[in-house]
């Protein structure tokens, strides 16, 4: 695993929520809701993560989910997702992310019983 250094600038193509076509549920966490998304021109299919401010305020997250944002944007490893970008609207948070096909790894520990 490497970390790299928070003031080393993350390349990353400019995109806007507009750009992306929902197209289903993939799951939901305890943070947000996870969507299949497919770019309109590119037709590149991404993952977004939608995060309702309110919850988050709520249920005193905002640091677990800025905390999230610099582990994904720093960690250089094949087993945590890169965030590609960030959209932030007056009710929701949405962090744009690349596709990892399968389960999360919570889901496997609990179906092998390890947790």
């Avoid at 076509?21 to 299949?36: A, C, E, M, W």
């Avoid at 249920?59 to 800025?66: E, K, L, R, T």
């Avoid at 250089?76 to 399968?102: C, E, N, W």
């Amino acid at each position: 695993m490497i970390l790299r250094n928070p003031s080393e600038k993350v390349p990353s193509k400019e995109y806007q929520l507009k750009d992306f076509k929902f197209i289903k549920l993939l799951g939901i966490g305890s943070n947000g809701k996870v969507y299949l998304v497919q770019h309109v021109k590119n037709k590149e299919l991404m993952a977004i993560k939608s995060i309702r401010k309110d919850v988050i305020i709520e249920n005193d997250q905002v640091q677990a989910i800025y905390l999230e944002k610099v582990i994904m944007d720093h960690i250089d490893h094949p087993f945590i997702i890169k965030v590609v970008s960030i959209f932030v609207t007056s009710q929701r948070i949405y962090l744009l992310m690349h596709l990892a096909r399968g389960r999360d790894l919570l889901h496997y520990l609990k179906s092998e019983r390890r947790l």
